[in-house]
Every structure is written in structure tokens, then in C-alpha cells.
């Protein structure tokens, strides 16, 4: 697929009322179903020493933790490791900014899953101020050849935005200091953000014009039901994980097999 063959999503295309579960059970079936089907595919990755990205992105408190935890829960975790990618360390700061997430690619087998990412350059990073325009306008050409070696090296790239809605995001941050166990996740970060919403949307929207491509496609969930965005994340990594990859079990070792079948005798 092309470049120009890509979807490019748009925040405003996004039904925030759609596929809403009617109960926990349906929820949790779909669940467990796809949880089972993910650890399916990993153990295909693992046995013929294919690697995979996930790209989580998305609005403070639209759940990516969440989404996250129920996507690894019933994984091997010797083949997955996730990455939460904060500011730039001192020592980090003096390369590259893509440096530090050659760092963290998958070994054969496994998948890295990054909470958040080199993304960063062209969200935060361009509506705060940290990278000049010169900067992060010219981050979409090097993130896109940055995928495009990734890719050609044989690694699966999958790309998730969560967009959550401004009230519901109001709603979240009320939660959260209402909640003296989540108070430590909202920020006075978190708040200025908010104020700049509308450059965000923009910012966001952009991203998705300029490094949706045919190897690594921007998928935006809709968040604003935390079950649906679980569940929907689930579902679009284990077909994109999928796609032209056999995840039958392996066949034993005869020489295994031999072994033991004289062990049981």
C-alpha cells in the first residue's frame, strides 16, 4: 500500500456515542475473547521471530493506561515490554530526539508498546513551544522514514490515538481529584493543556494528514466509553498483528515428541 493509499483520520469524523456495550458481561466476553486472541498472535511472533510496535496516543486521561493493561494482561511478558516515554532526560536532550526510541525497538519475537511516543515532536512538543517551527515541521518527513526502515526491516507498526470529547475529559479530571488514589495522575500539565485545546485538535489533525501511511496508519478510537475504547484497541491490534501471519500453534519437535513419548512408556 502507498502512502497515498493510507486512511487519514479526522477528530471531527469520530462518532463518540457508537458502540456503547449494554452490560459488563457483553463488555467482558469481548473481552476475554480478544485478550485470548492477542496472546495467539504473540506466541506466532515469538516462534517465528517477528517484532511489532503499538503506538498508543491520545488526550490526557482518555484511558491509554487502561487500554493498555487490558492488552498485556494475559500476555507473556518476557515478549512485551512497554515503554512510558516522559520528557527527555538531560543526557537525552543532547540527541536526536529519536535517539532514545531506537533504544527501546523490539527484539525478534517481541513487541515494544510505547505510551506515547516520538510523537511528542509533533504534538506537546510543537503546541508548547519545546521544538522550534523548524523543528517539528520537519519531524513528519523524519518520522515517516523513521517507520518506513522499520517497516521495511520486517516490523509490524500499529498506531492508536484515543480521542475523548471535552466534556467527558472535564468529567475525568473531576474524578481524579475527587479520588485520593488517582489525585497523582491529574497535573497542573494536564490543565494547561486543556487550555489549548483547539491548537491541539489542530496540531492532532495534522499529524494524522502527514504520517498515516500505508505501512503505519493512524487509528483513531473514540474513548469517551472506556469499555468500547478497550475493547476496540484489542480488536485493531489483533487484526493488524494478524494480517498474512499464520497463528496456529507450531508443530512439536519430532525429536521432542520421540523423547517423550519413551519417557512415558
Known sequence: M???????????????KAHRFADKAAYQKELEKLQEAILHVQQAYWHSKRRAIIVFEGWDAAGKGGAIRRLT??????????????????????????WRFWQRLPEPGTFAIFDRSWYGRVLVERVEGFAKPHEWRRAYDEINEFERLLADDGVRIVKLFLHLSNDEQLQRFKERLNNPYKRWKLTAEDLRNRDRRGEYEEAIDEMFARTSTGRAPWVAVPADAKWHARVAVLRQVVTALSEGV??????????????MEKLLK
Do not use: C, F
Open 73 to 98: 494482561e494475559n500476555l507473556d511478558p518476557r515478549g512485551a515490554h512497554v515503554w512510558p516515554i516522559a520528557a527527555p532526560t538531560a543526557a537525552e536532550q543532547g540527541r536526536h530526539y529519536l
Open 2 to 16: 502507498s502512502r497515498d493509499d493510507a486512511p487519514v483520520p479526522r477528530l471531527s469524523d469520530l462518532d463518540m
Open 246 to 259: 499464520d497463528v496456529t500453534p507450531p508443530p512439536i519437535d519430532p525429536a521432542v515428541k520421540k523423547a
